[in-house]
């Protein structure tokens, strides 16, 4: 399917879809400052041809999804201090995002999987609307807790540095980037990397949308006591190499969420290499076969308009 809009409440996202929509719905939530390109298309066919009907989708204030322009961009103080006045939006509204989606198409229920600020942003749709979740899948991401899975104070500044403006000089200081922090234990995917840089400079691009959405990772707060409660299967997946959030934000997320499954793979730092598809596909999709049997409300129901 080519991409399309989904309007939810004042802000449209834009989405694309894999495979039969009468299979069961994954959900793939992507992270911070990345387009919805980085869950690879074969990545996303490999998914659809399990029997699942895939969807991607670009957070608010990245891709072709809206930007908040004129909202405030928080400061390297406010992140440092995880002051909740750097949000301009929460991680609750972009969790609405991602079930206004699933509106949009008429879909009851999906298996959520998010990648990491996707999974803190999966977290959310799983807190906030149980109803709605089959499965959750949580990949290279924390619970929010000060004490784990917490970028060093240099790293901000990492995430805040500002991207170079001409096109050749932006895709290679991203494929540069990527390469960096996926980790040495699979062989690069230049590029793949180069391809999704380059689509995604094409695409648009703005490093304010990048700062507001850290900012609603900053802002929002511990989320272990509400994962504590979570009754839904679940599989918590992390590099061993992952620098950029430490694997104790994801053995610190299995430890909180009852009964889940933690997968660590040996040399992926934070990313998701083409080599490590198939334990990081293998375990959504055997993740997924401990939700409860489709019924009628879990199926696509009448589209919504708009």
Wanted: with cysteine; hydrophobic share 40%; charged share 25%.
């Amino acid at each position: 399917m080519a991409e399309a809009i989904a309007r939810v409440g004042e802000i449209d996202i834009c989405f694309e879809t894999f495979g039969d929509s009468s299979d069961p719905a994954i959900l793939l939530i992507m992270g911070l400052g990345t387009q919805m390109l980085a869950w690879h298309e074969d990545f996303c066919e490999q998914l659809a041809a399990r029997g699942y009907f895939v969807i991607r989708h670009d957070n608010r204030d990245i891709g072709r999804s809206s930007r908040l322009e004129g909202a405030p961009v928080p400061t390297l103080k406010q992140l440092a201090l995880r002051d909740k006045r750097a949000g301009a939006y929460t991680l609750s509204d972009m969790a609405n995002d991602s079930v206004g989606v699933l509106d949009h198409l008429g879909i009851e229920q999906a298996h959520i999987v998010g990648a990491s600020m996707g999974g803190m942003i999966a977290q959310r749709v799983a807190i906030e609307h149980p109803d709605r979740t089959l499965t959750l899948t949580s990949i290279m991401s924390n619970t929010g807790s000060f004490w784990s899975g917490q970028p060093a104070l240099t790293m901000y500044a990492f995430l805040l540095r500002p991207a170079p403006k001409e096109r050749n000089a932006y895709i290679e200081r991203a494929v540069d980037s990527f390469v960096k922090i996926g980790g040495k234990g699979f062989e690069p995917d230049v590029e793949d990397l180069r391809d999704i840089a380059t689509r995604s400079y094409d695409r648009g691009h703005d490093p304010r949308g990048s700062a507001r959405q850290l900012g609603a990772i900053v802002a929002d707060r511990d989320r272990g006591p509400e994962l504590r409660k979570l009754r839904v299967p679940t599989t918590v997946i992390h590099g061993a190499d992952d620098r950029l959030v430490p694997r104790s934000g994801g053995r610190a997320t299995a430890k909180v969420i009852p009964g889940s499954t933690y997968v660590e793979i040996s040399g992926m730092g934070h990313g998701l290499p083409r080599g490590a598809w198939r334990q990081i596909i293998g375990a959504i999709v055997q993740n997924a076969e401990l939700a409860t049997p489709a019924t009628e409300s879990s199926r696509p129901r009448a589209a919504t308009a708009g």
